[in-house]
């Protein structure tokens, strides 16, 4: 990849439930601010969106400043920033789009809007400092689960997506009716650690040729298994199976995908990412196709700042720039 925008760019994320501010200078993350909201939102099992919001605006100043420390620079030295403003939750947006406009007007330096997905995208750089293009990646959070053909940084291709739940609400909606929690990814995880995956059958949608997925049966099969087992129900052996189920589908997409694109690359990123069974499941995987596999650190799977600065500082460098009228959108497709 090109060389990065020459000078610290601050990076600001407040599309869902983390608050989060990043200083990166070149390739160099020297900070990664991260405040979660997962405990104000887990007497709901998801994120409310007010709650959400108000949040984002107690915790924003404080943690761009708390960045700025840990990278040892002062505002005066920022020389750009760059914010996700889009797609997300429009209350959530508007805090990092508002502070970003503020700061960088305060300085006189340029603005830059970043798409989610595109900084989940090249987050797998951050570590590696550099990714095989094209190559096919597997994004997997939340709010999305995609299969995407990178071109180059900046141009896009869908070549598949849910139907319905992502892969990061099945474990969540999963891990609520099995009663561990939220965010419910990691807590599936732990609880699978102990248990038999193949104890309970849950289904694999959509076989065939797609590269699509669909994971709403899973959550209805799940209650059902709750329901019949009652208190005879294995949670840990719920939770592997869950896991078992969500992982296989994810996989076996993945390897369809460079099969069908001839594309021998594979990024794996997005908070879901973090799962240790799927991470190395694609890895063995992808060494048996003879295809080169990259994953960020955990840290850069869920979301953060230091991804959104890396996708700016590359948008910056293309000599991109925003107007301050830039805006929140809930809903965006990929720059192509
Ligand atoms: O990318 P992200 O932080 O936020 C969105 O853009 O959505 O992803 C959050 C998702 C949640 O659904 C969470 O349960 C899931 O990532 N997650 C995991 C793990 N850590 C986080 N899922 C499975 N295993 C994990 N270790
Ligand atoms: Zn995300």
Redesign the pocket.
Known sequence: MSPLFGLPVLGLET??D?TSAAVLVGWDVRSNVVSSQAALHERWGGVVPEAAARAHVEAILPVVEEALQQARLTLAEIGAVAVTNRPGLVGALSVGITAAKALAFARGVPLVGVH?LEG?LLSAALATRELPFPHVALVV????TELVLVRAPGSYEILGETRDDAA??A??KGARLLGLGY????A??EAARTGNPKRYALPRALKGESLEFSFSGLKTAVLRLAEAEGERLSVPDAAASLQAAIVDVLVQRAIRAIRTTRVSALTLV???A???SLRRRLSDECEREGASFATPPTQYC??NGAMIALAGSLRLERGQRDSWQLEAMANAGLPS
């Open positions: 599309s869902c983390e989610h989940h959070s939340g709010g999305h990061g609400e474990f969540d965010p419910g990814g990691y599936v995880q997005g908070g879901v973090a799962n240790e869920t979301d």
